[in-house]
Each structure stands twice: as structure tokens, then as C-alpha cells.
């Protein structure tokens, strides 16, 4: 099998898994703060082993510099499940996950004000198309308060996902599992004080579901992902990065009968394809000088998988 060929089944399974991400936060029955503190501890365990078996551990590239980068894009990455998943309780997964899909419009806006990079007429157009279409996907009537909260949720997440993919793309030097290993193991102690451990002790099966976040929705998809981004040219990976928000709709509709109404549904190919064609103007674009990489870099910016 050719590598990019295998880069594509990996990078389109761990987009499948990605859409697949609400299901077990809602069905694990816990709260979205206890929901992303065992994502972290068991996303964390998971990491942690598979960087051990492989011997990434030795040698891990990390300076004082990196690892305070790592851990501040941690503090990000962890608050925006907090708020993604706060999303998904008050409006649903489908819509909660395209308006998540608004963060490369954010990553632009802070690459203009915090690294002044230049926001071209185009891009601008784009932006204008994907605010477009959330004003079409929101639907929100006046007086539905849970879901115009849900949508705000989902906002500040995309802000804080930009924030994190800002913050993490100056991190060189340090392959990518590690700098995940430090941003889930960072989410450990400072969610502990947000949790109830008593309140989860009787969840039931609701504990194989918070074990499936850990284990397969942050171990095995960060693997998988990091696999395929060494065999894939960036234009594919922003491609394939947006099946994870067609899966999403379609499991929310399976399994819970939420689907959108038909204004709704023009405005989910405004953002997506806006989306899109921002992020691939980036991936053309010439990288700023602070944000070079070498091939071990961490850079989540090519996919946006929560």
C-alpha cells in the first residue's frame, strides 16, 4: 500500500472517530467537566504508554521554553472540550460541531492581531460567507435562551482551539505525541478541583464510555492522525479534516433523531466550504518566520478533530 494511500484510511478513520465523539460524552452520563478530566486521565495513560513503547520518551526534544508552550496550548485545548461538550448538552452535536468548525477564521484573526500577519481581500470574503452561514445554521428564535447559549459554547471553544493551534505551532523540535501527552496530562490537575468524583462513582456503564474518550477518542485518534500527517500533503489533510463534521451530523441524526431544518442546511456548506478555502489559502501561504517547523513539529492546525 502506497504511504499516502495508507495516510488517507488513517486520517479519514480518525475523522470517523472524531463525528463519533458525542455519542460517548453524552452517553457516559457525567457532567462536561468530569466527561474531559477522564478524557485527559485516560487519554493520558494511553499516550504516555504508546510514547514509551516507541522510546519517544528518550530524547524528547523538550526545553523550558517548548514545555511552557505545551502547557499553556493544554490549558486551552482542555477549557475548549469543556465548552465544546457544554455545547453538545444545550443545543445539539450537529450544530454544536459545525459552528465548533468556525475556528480557522479565529486562527486567522489572531494571526492578524497577535503575529500581525496579513488578512488578505479574499479571506475576508470567506469570512463574511461563513458568518453568513451561522446566522443560517443558528436558527435561533427569539427567547430560545438554551440554544443561543449552546451556540455560544461553541464559539468560545473554536476561540480556544485557535488559541491552542496558535500557541502550539511555535513548539519545534518535539514530536507531536508529546506535546499531546503534556496537554492532556496538564488537564488532569487543573480539572481535579472542578471535579466531583463522588458524582461519577455510580455511573455504571456510563465509565466504559468515559474509557472509550481516553482510550480510543484521544489515544488511538491522535496516533492516527499524527501517522497520516506525515504521509499527507496539507491540502488533502484540510480536505479530509472535514469529514469528521459530516459523520457527526450523521450520528447525531442515528442515534438521536436530531436532524436540521432546511435554512439550517444552507448555511452548514457556507461555513464548511468558507472553512475550507480559508484553510487552504493558509496551507499555500509562506509560513512567518516564528512559526517555522521541522517534521517532528506539532502542528493540530491541519485537522480540527476536538
Known amino acids: 500500500m502506497r504511504n499516502e494511500t495508507r495516510g488517507t484510511l488513517e486520517l479519514t478513520l480518525a475523522m470517523v472517530l472524531s463525528g463519533t465523539l458525542g455519542v460517548f460524552v453524552v452517553e457516559s452520563g457525567a457532567s462536561p467537566f468530569e466527561v474531559v478530566f477522564f478524557r485527559c486521565l485516560f487519554g493520558a495513560v494511553a499516550l504516555g504508554l504508546y510514547s514509551l513503547a516507541r522510546g519517544y520518551l528518550t530524547g524528547h526534544g523538550f526545553t523550558g521554553r517548548s514545555f511552557g508552550l505545551a502547557l499553556l496550548g493544554g490549558v486551552f485545548i482542555v477549557f475548549n472540550w469543556v465548552f465544546l461538550f457544554e455545547a453538545y448538552a444545550a443545543t445539539s452535536i450537529s450544530l454544536a460541531t459545525v459552528v ?158 436530531h436532524h436540521i431544518g432546511l435554512v439550517q442546511a444552507v448555511g452548514v456548506p457556507l461555513i464548511v466550504l468558507a472553512g475550507l478555502k480559508v484553510t487552504l489559502a493558509r496551507a499555500a501561504a509562506p509560513a512567518p518566520r516564528t512559526a517555522a517547523h521541522g517534521p517532528e513539529a506539532a502542528s493540530p492546525a491541519a485537522t480540527r478533530a476536538a
Open 100 to 257: 465548533y468548525h468556525t475556528q480557522p477564521f479565529f486562527l486567522v484573526l489572531l494571526g492578524a492581531v497577535l503575529a500581525r500577519e496579513r488578512i488578505t481581500a479574499g479571506t475576508l470574503g470567506w469570512l463574511a460567507v461563513a458568518f453568513a452561514g451561522l446566522v443560517l445554521v443558528s436558527g435561533v428564535r427569539p427567547g430560545d435562551t438554551a440554544s443561543l447559549a449552546g451556540l455560544g459554547y461553541a464559539l468560545a471553544a473554536a476561540v480556544l482551539y485557535a488559541l491552542a493551534t496558535f500557541v502550539t505551532k511555535r513548539i519545534t523540535g518535539v514530536r507531536p505525541h508529546l506535546v499531546a501527552l503534556v496537554q492532556v496530562a496538564a488537564g488532569v490537575p487543573l480539572l481535579l478541583p472542578f471535579t466531583d468524583l463522588g458524582a461519577v462513582s455510580g455511573l455504571g456503564a456510563g465509565w466504559a464510555w468515559l474509557a472509550g474518550l481516553g482510550l480510543i477518542h484521544t489515544g488511538l485518534m491522535y496516533v492516527l492522525m499524527y501517522a497520516a500527517y506525515a504521509k499527507l500533503p496539507t491540502p488533502k489533510i484540510a480536505v479530509l479534516a472535514f469529514t469528521y463534521p459530516a459523520v457527526a451530523m450523521l450520528v447525531d441524526w442515528a442515534v438521536y433523531g
